[in-house]
């Protein structure tokens, strides 16, 4: 039988939506818990899953913060920015769920 290393504060995207339990902070590219209560079992699998996952290494939120000034900059010069944001996914570019976060933003 095959033991599942993670513990039950995982938060599986299989069976879970993320978007449920974490967001982007838009100033910093980091991925934070939605929940702000430290005692929230929604913030500590929210907390436990981005440290387990490196969800904020400074790879990542490098690349997710120049990708969001990226943006910022198509926002204000283009009117049609959601076409250039279906671009960017139909592209299949890195963080797709950020790109979309940005658009419902």
Excluded: C, W
Excluded at 46 to 67: C, F, Q
């Amino acid at each position: 039988m095959k033991q599942n290393k993670y513990s039950e504060e995982f938060i599986n995207p299989v069976i879970e939506n993320p978007k449920e339990f974490m967001t982007y902070n838009l100033a910093n590219g980091e991925i934070v818990p939605i929940y702000k209560d430290a005692e929230d079992i929604r913030n500590k699998r929210a907390s436990y899953t981005i440290e387990l996952l490196n969800l904020n290494n400074y790879v990542l939120k490098d690349a997710r913060k120049n990708l969001i000034q990226i943006l910022e900059v198509y926002r204000e010069n283009y009117d049609e920015i959601s076409d250039y944001l279906q671009y960017f996914l139909d592209d299949g570019h890195n963080f797709p769920s950020l790109i979309r976060f940005y658009m419902e933003g």
